[in-house]
């Protein structure tokens, strides 16, 4: 019975380990592949030849390809994030230069508006220091002539 099983499974999977593709064209003009064969309608039949030895040689010389190709791309992309980690910095160096000045300039405008309110109750002091002057003269003069 197992004899019988594996005969009927090789007859059967015939197909899925041909090495050759069936090309055809149907009535419409449309062009089909597969590897069954074609309907009896079909015209244009070929039969496509797939070889299916596998390579070894082939095969370990595109895979040192993909390799070197792989640590190319990984040293350009460890290159592009170092650069951008550079002109991360640049910007945030620039920034930080920019929040100097900008509190320096702050500093002169409080400076500048300090010295002006200075300028002002230095004025101010002045002038009241005249006038109780005069108001004092004044009492001073009434006081002796009383």
């Not at 792989?70 to 170092?82: G, L, N």
Request: hydrophobic share 30%.
């Amino acid at each position: 019975m197992r004899y019988l099983a594996i005969l009927f499974f090789l007859f059967n999977s015939n197909n899925a380990f041909c090495d050759s593709i069936q090309k055809w064209t149907d009535a419409s003009g449309q062009i089909h592949y597969g590897d069954k064969s074609p309907p009896t309608g079909a015209t244009n039949k070929q039969k496509i030849k797939v070889h299916s030895r596998f390579d070894e040689s082939a095969y370990k010389a595109a895979m040192k390809r993909n390799a070197a190709l792989y640590k190319e791309v990984k040293q350009i992309e460890k290159r592009e994030k170092s650069r951008a980690k550079a002109a991360e910095k640049r910007l945030d160096d620039y920034f930080k230069s920019l929040d100097k000045k900008s509190r320096e300039l702050e500093r002169a405008r409080a400076k500048k508006h300090r010295l002006r309110e200075s300028e002002r109750n230095r004025t101010s002091i002045k002038v009241k220091r005249s006038k109780p002057a005069t108001v004092s003269a004044e009492k001073n003069k009434s006081i002796k002539l009383n």
